[in-house]
């Protein structure tokens, strides 16, 4: 039973007969389905390791690069958060194959008999614990950036450093496991930990649909009653912040529900009704569900790819016209009314200076321009006391005093170079 798109190559190494393989319950034996893990996940196991790799290699480039660790804008870490977030999703979204193999395997254990057989009970328990611990690391990381943004709504400000040093690392956190809160409301526990109950619906549906197979209109009512309440559920709560997530979630279901209606009305009709001949129709309306379901999540990801790409890059063209206003407005800016007073001060300063006779000394030794160089200060001065106020009054009160020091200044250094 392929769950992935990787061929699995690892059950090529299966050398046991394939007639002591056949897991002996209901639809397992009728379509003579293995009972080893590696023979039904090995191709689920192969896509888990490229992801792993895609992780190790980011890892190792957010190590090695010079940006801070838990810097979130640096290419690096972004990098990091990709990998570490698809590693961790493809892991949960695999979690119904990982529990329905994994027990057929541990149930099995008459096939304990070479080292292919070994290795995969072993793949089994090992795998199910990572799996394990996995969900429950990411609980407790979730409950720790909760409980950080519930303190944060009670305070206004950050009170220590160790608060400052706390935050950062949250908001790092928020970064790397935002793929399983970022579509639902923060506000309350049921809305930011929706993710716990859509893992909590995988096993028991997995399950329900194992343990029941000798009974197969059971089985399907039991399943049509469990996703019924779900959709229910998902409809009392309201967990999502968005139109878009809620879409999928209650389509995805909804598909699903409409699926074991269908496989329900299939199993009354076969145990009841003998020789019916809509059996095929069912069949076929059951695939054309699972078709259009798979068909409209690859078209709205699609979509929300290129809208994604989309809003990127027109938020890089906005941001670079804003920098070339800000260039154009700093090159080519009007005079203001204080700039125009200070080109007017020193206008009439210079023309008092020019004005005045000058006066050569007896020798002649050139005698430095001292009085260009104060005089320059001074107007460098008085950019500094023209500042804008409320008060046009004072404003020309600071312009006149500022005039009379520059004329009192102009008068001295006249004096001094006579």
Sequence with gaps: MSCSYV????????????????????????EQISALYLDNVGDALTEMMIYTGFFLLALLFTLSSKTEPLSSSSLASKAYVTAFSNLLGNMIGKIQSQILFAVIQIIKLN????????????????????????????????????????SSRDRKWIVSEDDQSKSTRIKWLEKKYEFLYGDFKSG?????????????FNPIYILLIFSLQGIPIMQCFSIVIFTLAYLLLSVWIKPFNSK??????????????VAAVANLLQAIVNDFVKDFSGTEILGRGIFLVIIVNTGTNALLSLGGLIYEIYIKIKL??????????KRTATNGEPLTREKITIHRSTEQLNGESSGRPKHHHHDNKAVPDTSTNFINRISNLSVAVHKPS?????????????????????RVLSNLEV
Excluded: M
């Design 111 to 150: 096939l304990f008999v070479d080292s292919y057989s070994r290795l995969s009970l072993f793949t089994a328990y090992l795998t199910t614990s990572i799996l394990v611990g996995v969900v429950t690391l990411c609980f407790f990381r979730l409950q720790q950036i909760f409980q950080h943004k519930k």
């Design 316 to 325: 890089a063209k906005s941001k670079k016209k804003k920098s070339l206003d």
């Design 244 to 257: 878009s997530p809620a879409f999928l979630h209650f389509f995805n279901f909804s598909c699903v529900l």
């Design 188 to 200: 309350q526990v049921n809305h930011f930990f929706f993710i716990y109950w859509i893992i909590g």
């Design 7 to 30: 061929p699995n190559w690892i059950s090529a190494f299966n050398t046991l007969p394939e007639d002591d393989l056949i897991f002996n319950w209901g639809v397992f034996e009728k």
């Design 390 to 410: 409320g008060n046009i009054s004072s404003q020309n009160n600071i312009r006149v005093r500022t005039l009379v020091r520059q004329k009192r200044v102009t």
